[in-house]
């Protein structure tokens, strides 16, 4: 890596080209900053290009606390979606705009529900569930796995993939980030390992993978055009056929593995729902694990280590989270107010 002014190769070194990592790269691009981000496999390779896509901004299942991030982080989704496009030339697009949520305690379906369920989800079978309409959009993440890398590169960041940080060292005036090649001088460091976030080179946080199962199932588009969650498993059209079911909520270390008997309990609860989809006769099928923490919320902030940042731990929500992490992470890094303050996902609070 050539070494400009100051000193330092680079400004900033994130490790890890997940979601997480390549939208703060670009946001510290933006103000100014060089940026080089390290991706030990392949950049949106792993969480990232695994996940529904799904920007669940409302879903009960969040924690309360994630609903100031939550918003303000689909109000910035426009703006992150357009500059990756205008950046990378690859339109990245909402591909639903409205899903329909399972509610247990509330009755809320009417007769005008039923009308709308009939328009946007004529298949659906809605026996014994009753939902409610949520405003909330998704993405495909293979949209995003060809846009972001692009975008980062087009905006003058630097994407070294095949390249792990294996250690990090602060010094007076930054930090040594050593590779299995070089060690790299930077200003500051920045933990975007997703899952892998708790290596005790990384800092050690109480991150832990939550395995998620998915798979592909087809129906014509104009029979399902919104998301469909019901406890246990949801539905995500594509607009193009395919529709993406999941995920299973698994707790079993670094296993990627999928198994066929847990897509068939999908496949099956997701016929049950909408009966007139089809199982293709090779169901496309994937793993991936999602960044846990004890508390089941992000970690965001500097780390015990000088010059050190995390931004990791999103679990379900890394899609959604992202383009606010971006912006939060970055004006405290260079010293501002963040829009929403950070101290319920400090690393230090544990
Ligand atoms: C099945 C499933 C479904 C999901 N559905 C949704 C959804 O619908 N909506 C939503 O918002 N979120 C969803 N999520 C969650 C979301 O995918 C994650 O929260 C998000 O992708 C985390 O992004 P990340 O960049 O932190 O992690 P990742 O995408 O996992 O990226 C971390 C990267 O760090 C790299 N890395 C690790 N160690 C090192 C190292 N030492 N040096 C260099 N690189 C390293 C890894 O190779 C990896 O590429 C889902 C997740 C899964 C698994």
């Not at 946001?27 to 991706?39: D, H, M, N, Y």
């Not at 918003?71 to 989704?77: G, R």
């Not at 949209?143 to 940080?165: K, N």
């Not at 079993?252 to 999908?266: A, L, P």
Request: charged share 20%; glycine share 10%; proline share 7%.
């Amino acid at each position: 890596m050539a070494k400009p002014s100051g000193g330092h190769a680079t400004d900033i070194v994130i490790a890890g080209g997940g979601i997480i990592g390549l939208s703060l790269a670009l946001e510290l691009r933006q103000r100014g900053l060089s940026v080089a981000v390290l991706e030990r496999h392949r950049a949106m390779s792993s969480a990232s290009w695994a996940a529904g896509g799904m920007l669940a901004v409302n879903d009960p299942q969040n924690p309360l606390e994630l609903l100031p991030l939550a918003i303000l982080s689909w109000a910035l989704y426009p703006s992150y979606l357009d500059r990756i496009e205008l950046l990378s030339g690859r339109h990245v697009p909402l591909r639903t705009q409205w899903t329909l949520q399972q509610v247990q305690s509330e009755r809320v379906s009417t007769d005008a529900l039923a009308a709308e369920i009939a328009e946007f989800a004529p298949g659906l079978d809605a026996t014994g569930h009753s939902f409610k309409w949520l405003e909330e959009g998704s993405l495909d993440p293979n949209d995003l796995r060809e846009a972001l890398p692009e975008a980062l590169r087009a905006a003058g960041g630097m994407l070294v993939e095949e390249t792990a940080v294996v250690g990090v060292e602060s010094t007076a005036h930054g930090v040594l980030v050593e590779t299995q090649r070089e060690r790299i001088a930077a200003g500051m460091f920045v933990n975007c390992c997703g899952a892998w976030a708790g290596e005790p080179r990384l800092g050690g946080l109480p991150v832990v993978p939550v395995k998620g199962q998915m798979a592909n199932l087809r129906c014509p588009p104009e029979r399902l055009r919104c998301v469909v969650r019901v406890p246990g498993i949801y539905l995500i059209p594509r607009g193009d056929s395919r529709v993406t079911i999941g995920a299973t909520l698994e707790h079993v270390g670094f296993d990627e593995t999928v198994q066929e008997s847990s897509i068939k309990q999908m496949i099956d609860a997701a016929l049950r729902l909408l009966p007139e989809a089809t199982a293709p006769m090779q169901v496309e099928s994937w793993a991936g694990l999602r960044p846990g923490t004890p508390d089941g919320l992000p970690i965001l902030g500097a780390a015990g280590t000088k010059h050190c940042w995390h931004a990791t731990g999103h679990y379900r929500d890394g899609i959604l989270l992202a383009p606010v992490t971006a912006r939060l992470m970055a004006q405290s890094m260079l010293g501002e107010f963040p829009d929403v303050p950070l101290d319920a996902f400090t690393p230090a609070r544990f």
